[in-house]
C-alpha cells in the first residue's frame, strides 16, 4: 500500500488499484503488484515477473523502467521485484525473488546489483534507517552503509 497526496494505492495479485477523495477504487493495472513505495515524488511497483513499473503523474499512466534487469536476470526476460524502498529521497531500491538487491538513482540509467556478502539472492524485505540498509532474505538479515552513496 502507498499513500500519494490524498490518493492511496493498493496492490494484490490480480492488479493494483486506486482510491481518491471520493472514496472510489479504480483499477490501475491488471499488473500483478508485489510491492509499492514512492521516492522523490514518483510511484514505483514491484511486480510478478516484469520489474518495476514508475509513474510521474501520480499514478495516472506507467512505464517499465527495468529493462535492463530483465536482460540481466537469472531467467531473462522475467524478473520478479519483492520489495521495494527508498534511500534519501532519490535512490529507490529493489529486492527480488533470485536475482537480489538492486538499486539507481531516481535519474539513473542504470540499476547496480549490490549482493556481496549475501547467502541467498532472494530478497523478502527493504527497511531503511539513518544511512543504513536492511534486508531480509531467508538466510538472514543484512545491513549495508549507504551514506556514501549519492
Do not use: H
Not at 472514496?23 to 511486480?47: H, I, P, Q, R
Not at 520489495?83 to 525473488?97: D, E, P, V, W
Amino acid at each position: 500500500m502507498s499513500n500519494q497526496k490524498n490518493t492511496i494505492f493498493i496492490s494484490t495479485r490480480s492488479g493494483f488499484w486506486k482510491r481518491s477523495d471520493d472514496d472510489n477504487w479504480t483499477l490501475v493495472s491488471k499488473e500483478n503488484v508485489w510491492s509499492m513505495t514512492e521516492c522523490g515524488g514518483n510511484l514505483y511497483a514491484g511486480s510478478y515477473a516484469n520489474g518495476i513499473l514508475a509513474s510521474t503523474d501520480d499514478g495516472s499512466s506507467w512505464q517499465n523502467i527495468s529493462e535492463d534487469l530483465k536482460n540481466t536476470a537469472r531467467q531473462r526476460g522475467y524478473i520478479t521485484i519483492s520489495t521495494l524502498g527508498c534511500f534519501n529521497n532519490n535512490i529507490i531500491m529493489a529486492g527480488s525473488l533470485g536475482d537480489g538487491f538492486f538499486y539507481k538513482g531516481i535519474e539513473g540509467v542504470n540499476w547496480i546489483k549490490l549482493n556481496s556478502g549475501i547467502k541467498a539472492p532472494v530478497i523478502t524485505g527493504i527497511s531503511i534507517y539513518d544511512n543504513t540498509v536492511y534486508i531480509s532474505t531467508p538466510s538472514g538479515v543484512y545491513k549495508n552503509n549507504f551514506s556514501t552513496i549519492k
